[in-house]
Nanobody, 129 residues
């Protein structure tokens, strides 16, 4: 059982920045592929970014160049640094994890919600225009 806890959401003006964190209290994410998903009000949950065990990354086209996913091995925390935020980025951001048998990010797999077994409860990001 993996428990995920997100933090760092908030209200920011368009063009601003936020940094989200995802941790596994009492555990470690060192052997997991971890991703961030976003769900806007009334819309389906969508893939944002993913990172492999050793730092290979993959991004949705809408955030590439603006968002950066990273992991800090020491405290087993995954970060999502978000810059140049747009009102369209507004939503609840979820951290998701799946056990990784190898250091690889499969773009066809990580964009699928069903690829991830464990989910956090989300952190709200609101970008005002």
């Amino acid at each position: 059982q993996v428990q995920l806890l997100e933090s760092g959401g908030g209200l920011v003006q368009a063009g601003g920045s936020l940094k989200l964190s995802c941790g596994a209290p009492g555990g470690t994410l060192s052997r997991y592929t971890v991703a961030w998903f976003r769900q806007a009000p009334g819309k389906e949950r969508q893939f944002v970014a993913a990172i492999s065990m050793n730092g290979k990354t993959y991004y949705a086209g809408s955030v590439k160049g603006r968002f950066t996913i990273s992991r800090e091995t020491a405290n087993s925390t995954i970060y999502l640094e978000m810059n140049s935020l747009e009102p369209e980025d507004t939503g609840n951001f979820y951290c998701a994890a799946t056990f990784a048998s190898r250091d690889h990010v499969d773009p066809r797999s990580v964009v699928n919600l069903r690829s991830f077994r464990w989910w956090g409860r989300g952190t709200q990001v609101t970008v005002s225009s």
